[in-house]
T-cell receptor
Framework: QKEVEQNSGPLSVPEGAIASLNCTYS??????FFWYRQYSGKSPELIMS????GDKEDGRFTAQLNKASQYVSLLIRDSQPSDSATYLC????????????FGKGTHLIIQP | SQTIHQWPATLVQPVGSPLSLECTVE??????LYWYRQAAGRGLQLLFY??????ISSEVPQNLSASRPQDRQFILSSKKLLLSDSGFYLC?????????????FGNGTRLTVT
């Protein structure tokens, strides 16, 4: 059974601070990892992809991957109220055709 | 560019009524297509996926079915809806063969079964 675990939150972070979101996965064969942002009532929007161990930065977002620990994280620097959303961690195990396995998401609230 | 269209955006249906949700993709050929459902307080659950016309794989046994009558068209159906079918239905795709790519989602259909 492929599982992706996230803390559901809510995670409350003051505006301008760093928000740290975490995710663990069960399948050691997982090859690709994604973070999606989902605003209430909307569909998920891809914000980061990461495929190898280490950090990947894109603007205010940094994704971190540690395959040995089966751990993925997302850091949001200089958090803005517009970052308030649910963040979904998704994993593709083995590169097969059966899509991505998603965590339940972490609800992030940025306090002005 | 590759785009995905899904309709309707919202739907309210009585228990026992039929369902048909449609999804089409533009700008690519032979895409892998997916139907996910997101119920309140739960994560995204994969319902069906298709790697080609007429090829449907079911992940969860239930009263829903899927069909792929054309290369870029994916339909989710039910003959008789249950209350438990309420949720946010999302169609998604990535380019054929790019199994390590991210999925791209349509805007979703909010289904309420009353």
């Amino acid at each position: 059974q492929k599982e992706v675990e996230q803390n559901s939150g809510p995670l409350s972070v003051p505006e301008g601070a760093i928000a740290s979101l975490n995710c663990t996965y069960s399948d050691r064969g997982s090859q690709s990892f994604f973070w999606y942002r989902q605003y209430s009532g909307k569909s998920p929007e891809l914000i980061m992809s990461i495929y190898s161990n280490g950090d990947k930065e894109d603007g205010r977002f940094t994704a971190q991957l540690n395959k040995a620990s089966q751990y993925v994280s997302l850091l949001i620097r200089d958090s803005q109220p517009s970052d308030s959303a649910t963040y979904l961690c998704a994993v593709n195990s083995g590169g097969g055709a059966d899509g991505l396995t998603f965590g339940k998401g972490t609800h992030l609230i940025i306090q002005p | 560019s590759q785009t995905i269209h899904q309709w309707p955006a919202t739907l309210v249906q009585p228990v026992g009524s039929p369902l048909s949700l449609e999804c089409t993709v533009e700008g690519t050929s032979n895409p892998n297509l997916y139907w996910y459902r997101q119920a309140a307080g739960r994560g995204l659950q994969l319902l069906f996926y298709s790697v080609g016309i007429g090829q449907i794989s079911s992940e969860v046994p239930q009263n829903l079915s899927a069909s792929r009558p054309q290369d870029r068209q994916f339909i989710l159906s039910s003959k008789k809806l249950l209350l438990s079918d309420s949720g946010f239905y999302l169609c998604a795709f990535y380019r054929a063969g790019s199994y390590n790519s991210p999925l791209h989602f349509g805007n979703g259909t909010r289904l309420t079964v009353t």
